[in-house]
C-alpha cells in the first residue's frame, strides 16, 4: 500500500508560483509513475501533470502546459508540481497519485493522497 501525503497548498495571489509537493511512504518509489489531479468545487477531478517512474518522461494537461512543472527526486520519494502564473481557475484540491510503472502516459492511478487545497486570489 502506498501512501501519498501532499503539501504547499494556501491561498496565493493571482500570477503566483507556489510548489506542491507530495511525499510517498513507498520504498520502491522510484517503481511508480506519479500524477497530479485536480479537483474544482461542482466539478470532476482532471488531470493535471504526469511523471514516469524515471522521471524520463512527463505529459501535462493543456490547461497547464507551459505553466506548471511536473518533477521528481526518487531519493527523497518525493514528486513536485511547480506552479506559475496561476490564475483563478486554477483554484481546486490537488491530489497526488501513484501507479506502478506500466505504459505511459496513463491516467488510472491506484493510490491516491488525500489533497491540498489551493485557492487562487484574483
Known amino acids: 500500500q502506498v501512501q501519498l501525503v501532499e503539501s504547499g497548498g494556501g491561498l496565493v495571489q493571482a500570477g503566483g508560483s507556489p510548489r506542491l509537493s507530495c511525499a510517498a511512504s513507498?520504498?520502491?518509489?522510484?517503481?511508480?509513475?506519479m500524477g497530479w489531479f485536480r479537483q474544482a468545487p461542482g466539478r470532476e477531478r482532471e488531470f493535471v501533470a504526469a511523471i514516469s517512474w524515471s522521471g524520463g518522461s512527463t505529459t501535462y494537461a493543456d490547461s497547464v502546459k507551459g505553466r506548471f512543472t511536473i518533477s521528481r527526486d526518487n531519493a527523497k520519494k518525493t514528486v513536485y508540481l511547480q506552479m506559475n502564473s496561476l490564475k483563478p481557475e486554477d483554484t481546486a484540491v490537488y491530489y497526488c497519485?501513484?501507479?506502478?510503472?506500466?505504459?505511459?502516459?496513463?491516467?488510472?492511478?491506484?493510490?491516491w493522497g488525500q489533497g491540498t487545497q489551493v485557492t487562487v486570489s484574483s
Open positions: 513507498e520504498r520502491t518509489f522510484s517503481s511508480y509513475d
Open positions: 497519485a501513484a501507479r506502478y510503472r506500466d505504459y505511459f502516459p496513463a491516467y488510472e492511478y491506484d493510490y
